[in-house]
C-alpha cells in the first residue's frame, strides 16, 4: 500500500489549503482513513479521519475550520483547511488502516506564517 500526500505549502493567517492522500488501491479497503500532523518537538496527532462508512472524527482543534471528505473514484483522501493558524504549522501525514495493520505516507509540509 501506498499513500502518496500533495497539497502542502506556505499560507498566511486567515488562509485555505487543500491536502490529497493518494492510495494506491481502492479506499474502500481500508477501515480508516485520516490525516495526522507532527510539529516540531511535538508528537504526532490525530487531526481528522473517516472510516468506512463515512463516519468522521476531528480534534478540537480543527473543529469547524477543517473538513476529511474521500472520492473513491480517485481512491483518494482530502482535507480541507480553512482559517489556518501559526498553530497549525507542521508535517501533514496520511494514514490508512486495515485491521492492526497501518500505513503512512511520508508527509506534506504545512507552514501558516505572515
Known amino acids: 500500500v501506498q499513500l502518496v500526500e500533495s497539497g502542502g505549502g506556505l499560507v498566511q493567517p486567515g488562509g485555505t489549503l487543500s491536502l490529497s492522500c493518494a492510495a494506491s488501491e481502492n479506499i474502500f479497503n481500508f477501515n480508516a482513513m485520516g490525516w495526522y500532523r507532527q510539529a516540531p518537538g511535538q508528537q504526532r496527532e490525530l487531526v481528522a479521519a473517516i472510516n468506512v462508512g463515512g463516519t468522521t472524527t476531528y480534534a478540537e482543534s480543527v473543529k469547524g475550520r477543517f473538513t476529511i471528505s474521500r472520492d473513491s473514484a480517485k481512491n483518494t483522501v482530502y482535507l480541507q483547511m480553512s482559517s489556518l493558524e501559526p498553530e497549525d504549522t507542521a508535517v501533514y501525514h496520511c494514514?490508512?488502516?486495515?485491521?492492526?495493520?497501518?500505513?503512512w505516507g511520508q508527509g506534506t509540509q504545512v507552514t501558516v506564517s505572515s
Open positions: 494514514n490508512a488502516r486495515i485491521l492492526a495493520q497501518i500505513y
